[in-house]
């Protein structure tokens, strides 16, 4: 067995975290380090490394991903408006390996960010 993700962890519950949302195939937690008042990660159970790893097959769970982050900014008072984000790669500075979307708000955003 391939040594789990940090996210496969949390998912486990071997790793603590604020869950806020979960089903069969995603869980979303609130991210450790926030750069908004809400910052929640929406995780696919599976460990896709990347948006570069993503086949054709998987294009059905990123379309859950984005509507279940969708759904949890409603949950979370979001009417203003948020972003959604998928970082990737060393430019994107994705820091951990397992495909995550950034679901952010609360407050204004700027653009373009950094
Ligand atoms: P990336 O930089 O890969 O797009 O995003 C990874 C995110 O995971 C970062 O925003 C970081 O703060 C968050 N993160 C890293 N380790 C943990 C952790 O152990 N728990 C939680 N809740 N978030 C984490």
Redesign the pocket.
């Known amino acids: 067995m391939p040594e789990k993700t940090?996210?496969q962890k949390?998912a486990d519950r071997e790793?603590?975290?604020?869950m806020v949302y979960e089903d069969d195939e995603c869980i979303a937690?609130?991210?450790?380090?926030?750069?908004a008042p809400v910052?929640i990660?929406v995780v696919p159970r599976k460990p896709i490394p990347s948006l570069d790893d993503l086949t054709k097959e998987d294009t059905r769970l990123v379309g859950h991903l984005i509507v279940c982050a969708t759904r949890i900014a409603a949950q979370e008072g979001l009417g203003e408006g948020y972003r959604t984000?998928?970082?990737?790669g060393r430019h994107?500075?994705?820091?951990?390996?397992?495909l995550?979307l950034?679901l952010m708000g609360g407050r204004q955003l700027r653009w373009p960010p950094g």
């Open positions: 940090l996210f949390i790793i603590p975290s604020d937690f609130r991210d450790i380090q926030p750069q910052h990660l984000v998928f970082n990737c994107g500075q994705q820091t951990v390996p397992h995550h950034h």
